[in-house]
């Protein structure tokens, strides 16, 4: 009976009329009398703190101050046109100003009351002014539910011209929290709100919107922080625990001939410390009768090809076919040809599929796969298609794994009667504790160790007018017989832009690197997969001096003669694919260069961004500093993640330790009652079912 009445309609609050409801729906999500408990203000301003007129400057974030209004006058014309109060107070005079509600206003407040105004405060011909202000009288500010710290809520410019701002909302909470005449019943159960130390929840629902003082606000907040992540994480854990039981993997129980015949005989030289340890754990899993489900983080060049292969030929030993799936074509026909190198005289059957395969290739790869012959298929997407078939498919490795969304992941799921085992490949590292809710129901291994004798690549930063400095530079290392990769940004939104930035940089390249004393290849998206192949063999092979190309060279591509990556407008990109594609070169014994060129004129973060590539060369540390920087929700893969829903305000960048804690408890819950059967946990199953029933098709394979 309490919690039905959370769940009515808030169109049943009082304040909230049908049109107000449609917009609480329509612009912030908030449907139920729950719903507006749990908008949690962003942040909170001291409303104890009153400024004075003459303190004002267009720095200050936002202020409160107290006076009266003057007069109005009306200023500008047509949309320009707008409502000026002259508010005043001991120490001098600014300026109120609203473009919209303008009869509201003049209607509503009048001269000879005193008045709060709050907002953020600008200047304007040298006046300082606040624009569409939240004002209110002082008497009656005094009579609100009383707090020091006032929550504010984030609102959108349609609600705002409908004035419902922050201030309503915060009166709306105010009349609801009011009404509640009940305790409103737990989330948590006792053990864990009083064994952790956390506010109640009646409490802390009271005190996010009200609180009383700082460390109210902070208790409650890391309550629902708190609950937020462990909810998350206990689900992740509990949906690992429920595929293992059910899902028997595959038992890959021996190594066989084909994977020593390589080891011994193919091998050009020893694996790496991680390797082995990854390999290690990789034949565990494999032997477990478990079904394995493992992301292999490696940094670039660490030697991730060489771990997938020799995976793939543990399958083959024990009778099973293998795939490798890439997200490009061109990392695709790279992955064939170095895998169908490494097998040289041994006898396995290796095909490339891909989105421009010829209709006799895929008919015989078709067949191969069906008849058993095929043992190793490496392909794109095109692997997913409804009509690729395989005998019996016992391992699906997929390369660079943050371009396939789950959904494709899913459907290579379905191609065998028993899910295959899984390894999913990625060269973003990314930081432990958001693997933790990323990939939370995956097993984690990493590579963290390159080969031996690689010399660390130098990165510099230079601006484009010092452009003829760098240009001497390629040239003396031209001269030094290397090769150099010159890219471009390529950014869906401003496409046609980023190709004109792409020719503009090809014709000044052709016209400082002339023919026929040099040789420049371009490679981009427009072309067709031959032309494609066509100028990457003439760079791989060694023809070209210079590789001009978009982003599409940014995973993958193994040329160990390059030595010098020039990153143009290395602004536009984030710190995972600058850190990617400079993991193109240094793959030599040579010394290596990543040249970032970017604007004269930077945006702070962009040049902190780029001091962070000039100064460290770990994939981790540069993750780490991306989720710092951008946070989480730039980072490519989120979307997919596990997390069905916004999180309302826990956050993965900050909260990391937060993350590792509540994961913790959650495994040692799971530990003890696995089912979560047992009376004290009740409310978990409850909770999950409320906050994951409907949205957990995610899963089945990430
Ligand atoms: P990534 O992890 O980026 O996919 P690759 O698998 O492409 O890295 O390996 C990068 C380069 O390092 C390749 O040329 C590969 O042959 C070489 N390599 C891999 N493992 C070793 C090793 N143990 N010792 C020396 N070189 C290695
Ligand atoms: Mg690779």
């Given at each position: 009976m309490m919690q039905d009445f959370l769940d009515s309609n808030i169109t049943y609050l009082s304040g909230v009329g049908p049109k107000r409801a449609e917009l609480l729906n329509s612009e912030l999500n908030i449907s139920t009398f729950r719903d507006l408990l749990y908008y949690f203000p962003y942040r909170y301003v001291d409303r104890t703190r009153f400024y004075k007129i003459a303190e004002l400057d267009p720095d200050l974030p936002f202020v409160q101050v107290k006076g009266y209004i003057r007069g109005y006058s009306t200023e500008g014309f047509g949309s320009g046109k707008r409502l000026v109060a002259e508010f005043y107070d001991e120490t001098g005079a600014m300026k109120l100003v609203w473009f919209k509600g303008i009869k509201w206003i003049t209607a509503s407040y009048t001269t000879g009351i005193e008045y709060i105004v709050f907002g953020k405060p600008g200047v304007f011909n040298g006046v300082v002014n606040i624009i569409h202000p939240e004002i209110e009288a002082s008497e009656k500010a005094s009579q609100r539910i009383n707090s020091a710290l006032q929550a504010q809520y984030n609102t959108t410019e349609k609600l705002k011209a409908q004035f419902i701002t922050s201030k309503t909302i915060s009166k709306l909470t105010g009349n609801l929290l009011k009404q509640i005449k009940f305790r409103i019943p737990e989330t948590l159960p006792a053990y864990i709100v009083s064994g952790y130390h956390l506010m109640e929840l009646h409490e802390a629902l009271h005190k996010i919107h009200f609180p009383g003082n700082v460390q109210e606000m902070e208790k409650s907040r890391y309550r629902f922080r708190f609950e937020e992540l462990f909810y998350i994480e206990l689900n992740l854990l509990r949906y690992k625990t429920y595929r293992n039981q059910k899902n028997k993997g595959f038992v890959f129980s021996s190594v066989g001939e084909n994977f020593y015949n390589f080891y011994y005989?193919?091998?050009?030289?020893?694996?790496?410390?991680?390797?082995?340890?990854?390999?290690?754990?990789?034949?565990?899993?494999?032997?477990?009768?478990?079904?394995?489900?493992?992301?292999?983080?490696?940094?670039?060049?660490?030697?991730?090809?060489?771990?997938?292969?020799?995976?793939?030929?543990?399958?083959?030993?024990?009778?099973?076919?293998?795939?490798?799936?890439?997200?490009?074509?061109?990392?695709?026909?790279?992955?064939?040809?170095?895998?169908?190198?490494?097998?040289?005289?041994?006898?396995?059957?290796?095909?490339?599929?891909?989105?421009?395969?010829?209709?006799?290739?895929?008919?015989?790869?078709?067949?191969?796969?069906?008849?058993?012959?095929?043992?190793?298929?490496?392909?794109?997407?095109?692997?997913?298609?409804?009509?690729?078939?395989f005998l019996n498919l016992g391992l699906v490795i997929i390369d660079e794994q943050h371009r396939f969304g789950v959904a494709q992941r899913a459907r290579l799921w379905e191609k065998s009667s028993n899910p295959p085992h899984v390894l999913v490949m990625t060269a973003t590292p990314i930081p432990r504790t958001l693997a933790m809710t990323l990939y939370g129901d995956l097993d984690v291994s990493v590579i963290d160790e390159l080969p031996p004798g690689r010399v660390p690549v130098k990165t510099m930063h230079y601006l484009d007018s010092e452009r003829n400095k760098v240009f001497g530079f390629l040239r003396s290392q031209i001269a030094l017989g290397r090769q150099i990769f010159v890219v471009y940004p390529l950014i869906k939104e401003s496409e046609k832009m980023d190709y004109k930035d792409l020719e503009d940089g090809w014709d000044t390249i052709s016209r400082v690197f002339p023919a026929p004393k040099y040789c420049i290849s371009i490679v981009h998206g427009k072309m067709t997969p031959a032309d494609k192949e066509s100028s990457m063999r003439l760079f791989r092979e060694g023809y070209a001096h210079i590789l001009v190309a978009t982003t599409v060279i940014e995973v993958g591509v193994d040329i160990p003669n390059a030595t010098v990556m020039v990153i143009e407008s290395a602004e536009r990109f984030g710190l995972s694919q600058l850190h990617q594609l400079r993991g193109r070169v240094g793959r030599g014994a040579d010394q290596s260069y990543c040249i970032l060129m970017s604007a004269d004129k930077l945006t702070r973060e962009a040049s902190k961004r780029l001091e962070v590539m000039v100064r460290s060369s770990d994939g981790f540390e540069i993750a780490e500093m991306d989720?710092?920087?951008?946070?989480?929700?730039?980072?490519?893969?989120?979307?997919?993640?596990?997390?069905?829903?916004?999180?309302?305000?826990?956050?993965?960048?900050?909260?990391?330790?937060?993350?590792e804690y509540v994961r913790g408890i959650a495994e040692k819950i799971l530990d003890g009652d696995p089912q979560l059967d047992e009376p004290q946990n009740a409310i978990l199953r409850t909770e999950l079912k409320r906050l994951f029933s409907q949205k957990q098709s995610w899963s089945s394979i990430s």
């Open positions: 005989n193919n091998l050009p030289f020893s694996l790496t410390g991680a390797q082995k340890k990854v390999m290690k754990e990789i034949r565990k899993d494999l032997g477990s009768g478990r079904q394995m489900n493992r992301l292999l983080q490696g940094d670039v060049g660490s030697g991730k090809t060489l771990v997938a292969l020799m995976s793939m030929l543990i399958a083959v030993d024990n009778g099973y076919q293998a795939c490798l799936m890439a997200p490009t074509e061109i990392l695709a026909m790279q992955h064939y040809q170095t895998i169908s190198k490494m097998l040289e005289g041994i006898s396995l059957k290796v095909s490339l599929l891909t989105g421009s395969s010829k209709k006799s290739a895929r008919e015989s790869v078709d067949k191969a796969l069906q008849d058993g012959s095929l043992n190793i298929l490496i392909g794109t997407h095109a692997l997913i298609e409804e009509n690729v078939r989720l710092q920087l951008r946070g989480p929700g730039d980072l490519e893969g989120t979307q997919q993640s596990g997390i069905p829903f916004d999180l309302r305000i826990a956050s993965l960048a900050k909260d990391g330790q937060v993350i």
